[in-house]
């Protein structure tokens, strides 16, 4: 019991009682209770899980991703809880193990298809969870926003510029063909902008208005660079806009059309989503769909800590915004900045 108070109830012992104990500890290299053993007397570990939809380096290069983590994170450390972070892509067996392992207290899952085994993996272990972004699952707390009315307002802007032919480029992890032979998102998210893309040229009269979507190899700039130029080489079905489901989709389209020698906005508009900070800052400066993916992440982490203390929170719906800055304008015009 002196042994056990010296390491858990510090209190109850004098100062040198304790010190000649961890020496003695030390001697004999032991390095104290075992923080798992210790986390399943207690029941908790003060741990929350967040399954990543790549693998874990995305998590650190991802700007979206890491205003999300960063305020989650936030939202953690006022609680003084941790983090753990699961990939899952990757080997599906690797990361069903690790979520069947995790000693964790409940789980956020940001951005899996809600086809995933993953997420069975998670139900079954009938802890607290939450997802954010997608997928919406029932009876699951979600953070989110109205991404096909978000989606819906950009293209819109675009139309009411007097664009009518227009490109729009996601992410090729998430696509599947549909009947007509086009290639849609399956990704929850991409997907309901995509339904709001299409759903703003359909309410404008031009139901071809989205004439070509292209996927990206990756969800990076580099991804974006490669899709746009693939969309915009011919000049004889090159659209005059694009519609870009992430920003840094959107900044490599950018680029993709400077190495084309097209001016943006001149020769074609592009529309990215997330309001990441590096949208204010390229040049031209980013037209985006704002949404505060920080506040998202502190939200999601509030609602898994209170459902982890039995007092469940409502789920919330979060405003997004679109910003009307530099690299939108009419067909073959200048651009103006300004804020819609």
Avoid at 3 to 28: E, F, I
Wanted: charged share 15%; aromatic share 4%; proline share 6%.
């Amino acid at each position: 019991m002196t042994v056990s108070n010296a390491y858990n109830k510090p209190d109850q012992l004098s100062a040198q009682t304790r010190d000649a104990v961890l020496a003695m500890a030390r001697s004999l290299g032991y390095s104290g209770p075992s923080a798992a053993g210790r986390s399943l007397r207690r029941g908790l570990s003060g741990t929350i899980g967040v399954l990543l939809t790549e693998r874990l380096p995305y998590a650190f290069t991802d700007p979206g991703t890491v205003a999300f983590l960063h305020g989650l994170a936030t939202e953690l450390a006022d609680s003084h809880h941790a983090l753990q972070l699961i990939p899952s892509d990757g080997d599906p067996e690797s990361t069903l193990a690790v979520v069947q392992a995790a000693i964790v207290d409940a789980f956020v899952i940001t951005g899996l298809d809600a086809n995933s085994p993953v997420i069975a993996a998670v139900q079954a272990r009938r802890l607290p969870l939450v997802t954010a972004g997608s997928p919406h699952l029932a009876g699951v707390p979600c953070v989110s926003i109205a991404n096909e009315q978000a989606a819906r307002t950009a293209a819109e802007h675009l139309i009411g510029l007097g664009h009518t032919c227009c490109g729009a480029i996601t992410y090729r992890a998430q696509l599947r063909e549909a009947a007509d032979g086009r290639l849609i998102p399956v990704h929850e998210s991409f997907r309901d902008r995509w339904v709001g893309y299409e759903r703003a040229f359909a309410s404008a009269g031009l139901p071809h208005g989205l004439s070509c979507t292209h996927a990206a190899a990756t969800n990076s700039r580099a991804g974006g660079h490669d899709a746009a130029r693939i969309l915009l080489s011919d000049p004889a079905t090159r659209p005059t806009a694009l519609l870009a489901m992430t920003d840094v989709l959107a900044l490599g389209a950018i680029d993709a059309a400077g190495e084309l020698g097209l001016h943006v906005p001149t020769d074609v508009s592009v529309v990215g989503f997330d309001d990441i900070e590096e949208a204010q800052r390229s040049s031209p400066s980013l037209t985006t769909v704002s949404q505060d993916l920080f506040r998202q992440g502190r939200y999601a982490a509030a609602l898994a800590l209170a459902a982890v203390a039995g007092d469940p929170a409502p789920a919330q719906e979060f405003t997004t915004e679109l910003v009307h800055r530099a690299s939108t304008a009419p067909p073959g015009s200048a651009a103006t900045e300004g804020t819609a």
